[in-house]
């Protein structure tokens, strides 16, 4: 307190607020308080031509207020509007909160002088913010937040359709930020520091085994999981059939199978011997077999684990069949010793055995050949036999006609004279009874490989024959 006029003097009040000045003379006095950081009503009191004592001169004090106002801005120095800013004093013993307009501004009011404030605006999902501290309150104070943009991680796994890890595929990361990543062996990847607030996309790349689809990310405001599930990719299986002469073989029944051997599709070479399986799922190891014919022999093939469109080619083994049969006479009998020639695609020659087997081997399918006894032997006629287009082992017999001899002479008396009219006879194998004719002759028709004897009769009592039994 501060006395100004005929005498001077200061006074600091006590406890209470009280003050009180002792003056030795009548004057003109005033009474001024102050004190820093408040204001007082009235700001004086003034006395005039002081004579007597004065008391309860009061005054009232008002602490001084400021107010704190500032903007809140971004990394790019744009205004961010609904930030919630607070405001606290040293002690804890005043806070108060507001929210940025739409420039980003915001202002404390009514704020007492002489305290140190903290002040900060609260940390959105975007922003990162650095309290400031005000210092001891003694005007009005403006101050500036720029926010430290966040910063945020993408991680996740590329999986297959059951679940499993897929290890080594290449993960991009497009948007904001760009980065590239290969999942390890477990799945995973990671993209960290991505910058709050942007939009990005994680695009897996295809592999030769899985399609992946992309994910997008609006807009970051938190650590985002992204797991990808790729899809088996289809492939093609074609292929050609071919035989041994590299020409094409339509009609052919192709098959499909798993790696177990089960059947999953069946197809039929067109005319160019094409075959073809569409959306066969990759990853799997699959056999494929075309049918064998009564033509040709095909080996299976493999397609190991299908990682691309495959083009398979069968060349066909032609197939070996045999030609076999007897050589039998009209009594079903065998023939040996038949001398068998084949002729045709292979050509061979043989000899029936004993029992009158033949055999030709390792032949040759699909193709003609003639199978050809002699036509005429000492005792047996044969007819040979074809076969068109072999395509399976086949059976021929030979039937040995018996061939036709004739056995033929003459009957005449012992001057040489012929003899008429005498009853010859054949016997054995065959038999048979002639007449001589006028010139004394006969003949008998037989089948060779017989045994016969020619008897001629004693039809007069004076005739004895010689020999008695020609053969």
Do not use: W
């Amino acid at each position: 307190m501060t006395l100004s006029g005929a005498q001077a003097g200061t006074f600091t009040t006590d406890n209470s607020g009280s003050y009180s000045f002792t003056v030795n003379a009548v004057g003109d006095y005033a009474v001024t308080p102050s004190k820093t950081y408040y204001d007082f009503a009235p700001t004086a009191q003034t006395f005039n031509n002081l004579s007597t004592n004065q008391s309860n001169i009061n005054f009232t004090a008002a602490r001084q207020t400021y107010a704190i106002s500032g903007q809140v801005r971004d990394d790019n120095d744009q205004a961010i509007a609904s930030v919630q800013v607070m405001l606290q004093d040293e002690n804890a013993l005043l806070s108060k909160t507001t929210v940025t307009g739409t420039n980003g501004d915001f202002q404390f009011t009514g704020v007492p002088a002489g305290f140190s404030y903290v002040v900060v605006p609260v940390n959105t999902k975007f922003f990162n913010f650095t309290s400031q501290n005000s210092g001891s309150l003694t005007n009005n104070l403006s101050l500036a937040f720029k926010g430290a943009r966040r910063k945020y991680t993408i991680s996740g796994r590329t999986l297959d359709e059951a679940g499993k890890a897929i290890g080594g595929v290449p993960v991009t990361l497009s948007g904001s930020q760009t980065g590239n990543a290969t999942t390890d062996i477990t799945g995973n990847f990671s993209f960290a520091s991505l910058p709050a607030g942007r939009d990005y996309t994680i695009n897996p790349s295809t592999t030769v085994l899985h399609n992946f689809a992309g994910q997008s990310v609006a807009n970051l405001s938190d650590d985002q999981t992204l797991n990808f599930v790729g899809i088996l990719r289809t492939y093609t299986i074609s292929g050609q059939v071919r035989d041994d002469n590299d020409q094409v073989i339509a009609g052919i029944e192709v098959i499909l199978k798993d790696e177990n051997a089960l059947p999953l599709k069946t197809t039929i070479t067109g005319n160019s011997g094409d075959f073809e399986y569409a959306s066969v799922r990759a990853s799997y190891s699959y056999l494929v077999t075309a049918s064998s014919t009564s033509l040709f022999n095909f080996t299976t093939q493999n397609t190991g684990t299908l990682s691309g469109n495959l083009t398979l080619g069968f060349k066909g083994v032609r197939r070996g069949y045999t030609i076999s049969g007897r050589a039998l006479d009209q009594e079903n009998h065998p023939i040996s010793g038949v001398p068998i020639i084949l002729s045709g695609s292979q050509t061979g020659n043989t000899t029936t055995d004993s029992a009158g087997n033949y055999f030709f081997g390792g032949l040759p399918a699909g193709f003609d050949y003639a199978v050809t006894p002699p036509t005429t032997t000492t005792f047996y006629t044969f007819a040979g036999q074809r076969v068109a287009n072999l395509i399976s082992d086949t059976t021929l017999n030979f039937q040995g006609v018996f061939r036709i001899y004739t056995i033929s002479g003459r009957v005449v008396d012992n001057s040489e004279k012929a003899l008429l009219g005498i009853t010859v006879t054949v016997s054995g194998t065959s038999s048979d009874v002639a007449k001589t004719a006028i010139d004394g002759s006969f003949s008998f028709s037989v089948k060779a490989t017989g045994n016969y004897t020619i008897t001629p009769s004693i039809e007069q009592s004076y005739y004895a024959f010689a020999p008695a039994n020609p053969i």
